[in-house]
T-cell receptor
Framework: EPEVTQTPSHQVTQMGQEVILRCVPISNHLYFYWYRQILGQKVEFLVSFYNNEISEKSEIFDDQFSVERPDGSNFTLKIRSTKLEDSAMYFC?????????????FGPGTRLTVL | KNEVEQSPQNLTAQEGEFITINCSYSVGISALHWLQQHPGGGIVSLFMLSSGKKKHGRLIATINIQEKHSSLHITASHPRDSAVYICAAAINNDMRFGAGTRLTVKP
């Protein structure tokens, strides 16, 4: 069964460093998402991406964040200068159609720890 | 005020019991998603619904659009159902999540 994959599973970085989190969505899906979950808190929407551009983003997704689909398979989330409060689990998801009309499939997550 | 509210926050049941988790939302939605988060952190989509009722095995989800309310029911609960159940409101390509309901089913 097709699945969303994410790498790495755990990333440890120093404050101020750049990190890139990688996701491979399901191959025939057109919509891609990043979410984060700070430990003990609820899941939060970061950004959705369709047709090589951002379609929605939350207040969390500020200038420190960017997303890219550099080739036909990968979908990446870059944090330019990490802060302690960026420590969280980051989930990628993909869907065939818009999030309101289609089931989303989630990756296993990348746990980011900023020291 | 949270746009998506779930109740209860925590729920402990005996194996075999009928479980109900409730979700209320205050925004206009495209659809309502029910997700299951396993103890290891992974998230699985259970249902996406925009009207009526859906059933999958022992799980049933209902939604009342007029009342902005959805429920997730688990019949004949089992310890393997122990997880966090999350309600999420889809607004176009944005999703607003509830805080989750932590379900523990004891044998």
């Amino acid at each position: 069964e097709p699945e969303v994959t994410q790498t790495p599973s755990h990333q440890v970085t120093q404050m101020g460093q750049e990190v890139i989190l990688r996701c491979v969505p399901i191959s025939n899906h057109l919509y891609f998402y990043w979410y984060r979950q700070i430990l003990g808190q609820k899941v939060e929407f970061l950004v959705s991406f369709y047709n090589n551009e951002i379609s929605e983003k939350s207040e969390i997704f500020d200038d420190q964040f960017s997303v890219e689909r550099p080739d036909g398979s990968n979908f990446t989330l870059k944090i330019r200068s990490t802060k302690l409060e960026d420590s969280a689990m980051y989930f990628c998801a993909s869907s065939e159609a818009r999030g309101g009309l289609s089931e989303q499939f989630f990756g296993p997550g990348t746990r980011l720890t900023v020291l | 005020k949270n746009e998506v509210e779930q109740s209860p926050q925590n729920l402990t049941a005996q194996e075999g019991e009928f479980i109900t988790i409730n979700c209320s939302y205050s925004v206009g939605i495209s659809a309502l998603h029910w997700l299951q988060q396993h103890p290891g952190g992974g998230i699985v989509s259970l249902f996406m619904l925009s009207s009526g009722k859906k059933k999958h095995g022992r799980l049933i989800a209902t939604i009342n659009i007029q009342e902005k309310h959805s429920s997730l029911h688990i019949t004949a609960s089992h310890p393997r159902d122990s997880a966090v159940y999350i309600c999420a409101a889809a607004i176009n390509n944005d999703m607003r999540f509830g805080a989750g309901t932590r379900l523990t089913v004891k044998p």
